[in-house]
């Protein structure tokens, strides 16, 4: 490690993808946890100072290159220069983009043409982020379902966004019928209701009442018996 970085996050935040292709095909660690500002490979990957060196979707392939070779999206590393605060890659995606006060807080319509793509590749790679999270989550709740064999009722693993993945600095609140599933503000429990959750809630509701049905008839039956 030198001042922080490992030989990974060097080959990041230089954009030397030869480099960071030789590192991880030689065995080098992309979740190794280091300190703060820095995180992790993951965080070095999404922190908005490497925009100039790669394409949005370069930054993206590295991203997908990183998960591939084991990094941990789930992993807590420390977010912000003090290190106080613990989360995920995605918190710590999600607080370089709001260090820009020029483009995280100006209306979009008030951006100029170049802002509006810097803003658009960011968002874009704050839902991917998001994705990679929820899909990881979701894997890791699913093995263990299937470990419990109906032994033990499913729980949540990991408390975050369903929508936006965030963890860290925001105050979740758990959905009434799918019980694994939080959302941190009203705005990302509609934008997920829209584009995925709906379905999920009318799948969960329909396994219940035909669970109470079943265990009516049962019932009924026994009784009539």
Same mark, same amino acid.
């Given at each position: 490690v030198c001042s922080g970085h490992s030989p990974l996050t060097l080959a990041i935040y230089s954009g030397n993808d030869s480099a960071l292709n030789l590192l991880l095909e030689n065995g080098a660690n992309p979740s190794l946890p280091l300190g703060a500002p820095i995180g992790s490979a993951l965080c070095a990957a999404v922190d908005t100072t490497c925009e100039g060196r790669r394409s949005n979707e370069q930054r993206l392939n590295v991203i997908n290159l990183l998960m591939k070779q084991g990094g941990d999206i789930m992993a807590l590393v420390p977010v912000g220069k003090s290190g106080k605060h613990q989360g995920t890659a995605v918190d710590y995606a999600m607080h370089v983009f709001y260090q820009d006060k020029r483009i995280?807080?100006?209306p979009f319509h008030a951006l100029s043409p170049a802002e509006r793509e810097i803003y658009m590749a960011r968002t874009n790679l704050l839902n991917y982020m998001a994705t990679l999270l929820?899909? !990881?989550v979701n894997k890791r709740e699913a093995k263990e379902a299937a470990e419990a064999d109906g032994k033990r009722k499913p729980k949540s693993l990991f408390r975050?966004?369903?929508?936006?993945?965030?963890?860290?600095g925001v105050k979740l609140t758990q959905c009434t019928r799918f019980y694994t599933v939080s959302f941190c503000s009203q705005r990302c429990k509609l934008k997920a209701w829209?584009?995925?959750?709906?379905r999920e809630c009318i799948k969960i509701?329909?396994?219940?009442k035909s669970e109470t049905h079943l265990l009516t008839s !049962?019932?009924?039956s026994k009784q009539v018996v």
């Open positions: 995280a807080h100006t929820r899909e !990881e975050y966004c369903y929508e936006c993945g965030r963890s860290a829209t584009s995925r959750h709906r509701e329909n396994k219940q !049962e019932l009924s």
